[in-house]
């Protein structure tokens, strides 16, 4: 086994099985979505390229640096091409551990869809866990252009639609609750969904969403974006009264 196995054993294992549950719920199809998680602060585990998240297995897992130059690789794998955006985002948000990119069926509607839906407080655990899904402008993938997308952007919020792409979520806590943020945004599209057929969405007022502050306190979560940008959850919403 490779000393970088040996020392991020725990962290590999959770990538494999954030990638493969990813597979399972049907958030990607094919070979597409990457993961990776940083594990030092120049140490980024990563998921391979042409390999299908419910195939990715311990070995297969890859690491890079910031720069994106590759610290080990098994014979056979490479990184996702897509380490651009990942590697730009860790180095833009140092509180970030994991990043998962998919195309959860019904946020990859709204990102085709456009509108800002899903960058609205409808419900209490997204808005304080994830803040608003804002959306980034479209950009060829695999490309240097797609990375610097997410720079006016990146540290306002930890959930984020990739225009005409799909989704990308990030976590302080790790990749597989970075995967859970996910899970949890799917949801609450569904339900604005539901709630655009019965009628008219309404969204939590303002007021009541500064209340929300108080929970996270109560929780001792950290606000939603990087610290020092995101102070209060009026930083990250706003909202029509």
Known sequence: MHSLQETYKAQIEELVRASNRLAQIGFVTSQGGNLSYRVAEDVILITPTKVAKGSIQFDDICAVNLKGEVLYASEGRRPTGEWPFHTRIFAHRPDIKG???????????????????????????????????????????????????????????NGF???NHGALMCSCE???????????????????????????PKVIPMADVMNLERVIKIREMPMPGLKGVVNSLSDCFVTEE
């Open 161 to 163: 639609l990739m225009e």
């Open 99 to 157: 990043i998962v990119h998919a195309h959860p069926p019904i946020l990859t509607g709204f990102a085709i869809a456009g509108g800002d839906w899903m960058a609205k407080p409808f419900l209490p655990e997204p808005a304080i866990e994830v803040g608003p899904m804002i959306m980034v402008p479209y950009a060829e993938p695999l490309s240097e252009e797609l990375a610097q997308k997410f720079d006016a952007v990146i540290e306002k919020s």
């Open 174 to 200: 790790g990749v597989y609750r970075a995967l859970e943020f996910l899970e949890m945004m799917e949801a609450m599209g569904k339900s604005i969904l539901v709630a655009k057929v019965l009628g008219n």
